[in-house]
């Protein structure tokens, strides 16, 4: 059996980064950009009004002005302004010649008859409400560096910019494989001895949470023959092999087996930690292979501390193997020494709370939990107030 540092170490000393690909922004979330990304365009590409009201040349010493155009936003016209007149101008619409200024409707009153506004406040100054050309960024300008996550607000940023495709850091395609003669879909009805498959969609959640989606679902009862079929077709077709559940002692566990029937170099098995000390990682001819307890919560938690940190590496992050944060325990918790513990928490403020129901097959911390704290081996009592390892959910 190995420490959780040296598993971590195995697991990062046989990761590589993935292929680059281009792909649409539309399918580009979670993912990671795998190159320096240059605007093509000035953004805002024409000086345009930040409010709906009027625009003029402002002077400062004019109080009325004769409003003689109309400008919507999309107009693709070209005004001009007359000086000493405005035009009634709308949020996103281009400026017209000759104007440098919007007052926005509401400090102004209007005259239908005469068609003039009056404005008598201070508070506009020349240039205010005008958004500039190129005041987001201007062509040619860096907007994104490399390695950065792209989350829904850079698929704005880039969108804006009139990219419609990014390049970015390949994510592996997975074939999951869900194990054991007891499991049944949510939807259909149980018998005394049957559970409901969690971990299926459970593991589908966590790998489109890190951008993945060319995910298939197998299933395999406790069976040597089915199980070793469905491994054999999935490493022929998929880049990674995730198992959930036959992977300990019992006389029916024989994920292990049947990997080495595939083929599979093992890296190691059995890692000193609870939950989850029956972990396998393998690899065969590049592709991964990870087997998960099939306890939920400690399928959960291997999932977290080993397999996202590797295909996230695969997948262009860095720093993947750093926990999150470092954060004072709020409670005493008791623990086994020669073990590393993961035990379900949530943060609170600056704080991190060891949460109840730490059984590895028991799912309803994770009702409120967003991390888990990592104990160290060689604790048994950790103190309120000791410094850990906070690793989010
Ligand atoms: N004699 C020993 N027995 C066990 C040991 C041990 O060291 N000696 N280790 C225990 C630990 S720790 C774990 S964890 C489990 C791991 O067992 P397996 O990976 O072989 O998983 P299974 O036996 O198939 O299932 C364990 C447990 O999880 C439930 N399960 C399985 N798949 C799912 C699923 N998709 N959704 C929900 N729940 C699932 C299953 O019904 C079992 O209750 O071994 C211990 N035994
Ligand atoms: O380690 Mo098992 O994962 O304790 O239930």
Known sequence: MISVNEARRILSDNCERGEKQTISLKNSLNLIVAEDIFSPIDVPSFNNSAMDGYTMKFDENQHQWQVDTMIQAGDTSVH????????????????????????????????????????????????????????????????????TQITPGVIGLLASVGLAEVKVFTAPSVTYIITGNELKETGTDLQ??????????????????????????????????????????????????????????????????????????????????????????????????????????????????????????IMGADDVWQPNRILALTNDHKKKSGFTFFVKAKTTGDKVEVLGAQQSFNL??????????????????????????????
């Open 80 to 147: 001009k302004i007359a000086e000493g007149k405005a035009a009634r101008i709308f949020t996103g619409a281009k400026m017209p010649e000759g104007a440098d200024t919007v007052i926005p409707q509401e400090l102004v009153e209007f005259d239908s008859e005469s068609r003039e506004i009056t404005y008598k406040d201070e508070k506009i100054k020349t240039g205010s409400n005008v958004r500039l050309r190129g005041s987001q960024c201007q062509k040619g300008e860096l907007i994104l560096i490399k390695g």
């Open 192 to 313: 005394e001895g049957e559970i409901y498959n969690s971990n299926g969609p459970m593991l589908e959640a966590l790998l489109n949470n890190i951008g993945i989606t060319d995910v298939t679902a197998q299933k395999a009862g406790d069976d040597k023959e089915e199980l070793q079929q469905a491994i054999d077709a999935a490493l022929e077709q998929q880049d990674v092999l995730i198992l959930s559940g036959g992977i300990s002692v019992g006389d029916y566990d024989f994920v292990k087996e049947c990997l080495e029937t595939a083929g599979v170099k093992e890296l190691f098995y059995k890692i000193k930690q609870r939950p989850g000390k029956p972990f396998y990682a393998g690899k065969k001819a590049g592709k991964w292979i990870f087997a998960l307890p099939g306890n939920p919560s400690s399928g959960l938690s291997c999932f977290n501390h080993y397999v996202k940190p590797c295909l996230r590496h």
């Open 364 to 393: 309803q911390a994770f009702s409120t939990a967003n991390c888990f704290v990592e104990l160290e081996e060689e604790l048994d009592v950790v103190k309120a107030g000791t410094m850990v390892k906070v690793w989010d959910l």
